[in-house]
């Protein structure tokens, strides 16, 4: 089992800024990709960003020069620090992460739990 947990999120004002964590444990041999994703009611979930082992990263346009994603692959963490939020960014975020699992050296996809993020006056 590989386990997620985020931490972060809140409440801001239109304009501030905040920071969610992830941090991955478990049975890793080696994680590939982590990223984060949101869903906000009545809506699918949506990439925001998405970063690689070798520190390669992709944005959703919506938060391209906004959001920062960025990774310690030592502690096999990712973080995802946000600034002059909207209130179109009111979500859900979701951390995720794939890999491969020690011991068996097979495939791993993982979710966080949810962090809320909520952005209003």
């Known amino acids: 089992q590989v386990q997620l947990v985020e931490s972060g999120g809140g409440m801001v004002q239109p304009g501030g800024s905040l920071s969610l964590s992830c941090a991955a444990s478990?049975?890793?041999?080696?994680?590939?990709?982590m990223g984060w994703y949101r869903q906000a009611p009545g809506k699918q979930r949506e990439l925001v960003a998405v970063i690689t082992n070798v520190g390669s990263t992709n944005y959703a346009d919506s938060v391209k020069g906004r959001f920062t994603i960025s990774r310690d692959n030592a502690k096999n963490t990712v973080n995802l620090q946000m600034n002059s939020l909207k209130p179109e960014d009111t979500a859900v975020y979701y951390c995720n992460a794939e890999g491969l699992r020690s011991g068996t050296w097979r495939p791993f996809r993982s979710w966080g739990q949810g962090t809320q993020v909520t952005v209003s006056s």
């Open positions: 478990g049975s890793i041999l080696r994680i590939n990709g």
